[in-house]
């Protein structure tokens, strides 16, 4: 083990995720654990710059596993992209004593860490924390699992309207230019369509498929689509498409939006939180740095920082398989 850390500092960056309070937890007691002192930045890279940095023991993170979204709170950095602003949060942490920083967000949160290491030597682990799960290196981020329980619960709600009226609902969620949330989503909710950016179905095939839907007896349909995905420039563009071209469907648009993001995370999400973030203590220690914690086969990993932020999720093609066949 290092002996050169004794202090160290977490901050949330990005997109707030459920499970985030839970890794805050973790790294917070592991270090206790560890004779270590540990620090929370608030509001991320830009609490970091403004010096907004308190103590974080284990009872301060009391009562915080089954909260939703972050204690530290969260908030975007244009000061952090510059390299005048890097330094003033380097000196800050300097004034602190702290030796090392655990990074908990997305891929944008992950290169702002990159670059903060390799401008200032600052040994910086990062916690995969968004509910995309859009990042290289991980089988599962922090807040997936929670947001994809959500998804399915607003959609059984909108099943019972699309079924009560014969409507046809296009359900839009989260995801970016990943698909993840849209397809295990509309397994799981028992989707007619999923509609994903990694495979284009385009607007004649989804007609047709709509159609014999309809030839086969179904008098309502619920039709997930992620917001990267590119058939059409938004959902609405999409829905006025399907109810010009098949009348005998009426068609409601239903954006869930940011509810994705919040509430209480699940069991799954609670555990992996912390186990990342107490993993992430121990690689400081172990002297590693520029690395993800990650799952993969229910355990943990390490990949390069620049890797998990370059490298591309893929979609599961056996889950592409398992919704073809079940829209039958």
Excluded: W
Excluded at 24 to 43: D, E, M, T, W
Excluded at 63 to 84: H, V
Excluded at 121 to 126: A, H, K, L, N, T
Excluded at 288 to 296: E, P, Q
């Amino acid at each position: 083990m290092s002996a050169t850390i004794s202090n160290i500092a977490v901050l949330t960056s990005g997109g707030d995720a459920p499970g985030m309070n839970a890794a805050i937890r973790s790294v917070a007691r592991s270090a206790s654990f560890y004779n270590l002192k540990c620090f929370g930045i608030l509001r991320g890279y830009q609490g970091l710059i403004e010096g907004k940095i308190k103590v974080l023991g284990p009872r301060n993170v009391n009562n915080i596993i089954n909260k939703g979204g972050t204690i530290l709170k969260s908030a975007r950095s244009d000061e952090f992209r510059t390299k005048e602003g890097r330094a003033k949060a380097y000196e800050n942490l300097q004034k602190h004593n702290i030796d090392a920083l655990v990074v908990i967000g997305g891929d944008g949160s992950f290169t702002g860490g990159l670059i903060f290491q390799q401008e200032f030597g600052i040994p910086v682990i990062g916690i995969p924390g968004t509910i995309d799960n859009d990042i290289f290196g991980t089988s599962h981020t922090i807040g997936y699992d929670t947001a994809l329980n959500t998804v399915v619960d607003a959609v059984d709600k909108i099943r019972d309207t699309a079924i009560s009226h014969n409507r046809l609902f296009f359900v839009e969620v989260m995801g970016r230019d990943a698909g993840h949330i849209a397809l295990n989503t509309g397994i799981g909710a028992g989707a007619e369509e999923v509609l994903i950016p990694e495979e284009n179905m385009g607007l004649d095939r989804l007609l047709e498929s709509l159609k014999r839907s309809k030839k086969s007896g179904k008098l309502s349909s619920i039709v997930m689509v992620a917001e990267g995905d590119k058939i059409g420039k938004n959902v609405f563009e999409l829905a006025e498409y399907i109810e010009d071209n098949l009348p005998s469907y009426e068609v409601r648009v239903s954006v869930l939006g940011h509810m994705q993001r919040g509430g209480a995370p699940t069991c799954f999400d609670r555990v992996l939180a912390s186990r990342m973030g107490l993993r992430a203590v121990e690689e400081l220690q172990n002297g590693v740095s520029g690395h993800m914690i990650g799952i993969a086969d229910g355990k943990m990993i390490l990949t390069p920082l620049e890797k998990a932020i370059k490298g591309e999720s893929k979609i599961d093609s056996e889950l592409v398989r398992v919704s073809e066949i079940m829209r039958l």
